[in-house]
């Protein structure tokens, strides 16, 4: 079965940075497309960073110049790096696999709270 972890959310001042890691299991790693969501307090959850297995990336308006999505496909793993923080960056975040565009699978999440 499909298991995703995600770590490394905390609370950060806003113009901080803060790196997040998902370990993904039971998935074809490698060959997968994998996002980052977002999904702050009452809103729905919204993708902000993607990366194909070729390491191809897409990210939202909100977050280019800002966010870096990595993955190390020895490890599993897909990275959200993330700087220059916002208030509205605030929310919780979670990694999924991308089939045609749209996520497979959740994890727990992990919550990043900016402050102002």
């Known amino acids: 079965q499909v298991q995703l972890v995600e770590s490394g959310g905390g609370l950060v001042q806003a113009g901080g940075s803060l790196r997040l890691s998902c370990v993904a299991s039971g998935i074809n790693f490698r060959f997968s497309t994998m996002g980052w969501y977002r999904q702050a307090p009452g809103k729905q959850r919204d993708l902000v960073a993607s990366?194909?297995?070729?390491?191809?990336?897409n990210y939202a308006d909100s977050v280019k110049g800002r966010f870096t999505i990595s993955r190390d496909n020895a490890k599993n793993t897909v990275y959200l790096q993330m700087s220059s923080l916002k208030p509205e960056d605030t929310g919780v975040y979670y990694c999924?696999?991308?089939?045609?565009?749209?996520?497979?699978?959740w994890g727990q999440g992990t919550q990043v709270t900016v402050s102002s």
């Open positions: 990366i194909t297995n070729i390491g191809t990336t």
């Open positions: 999924s696999p991308l089939r045609l565009g749209l996520p497979t699978d």
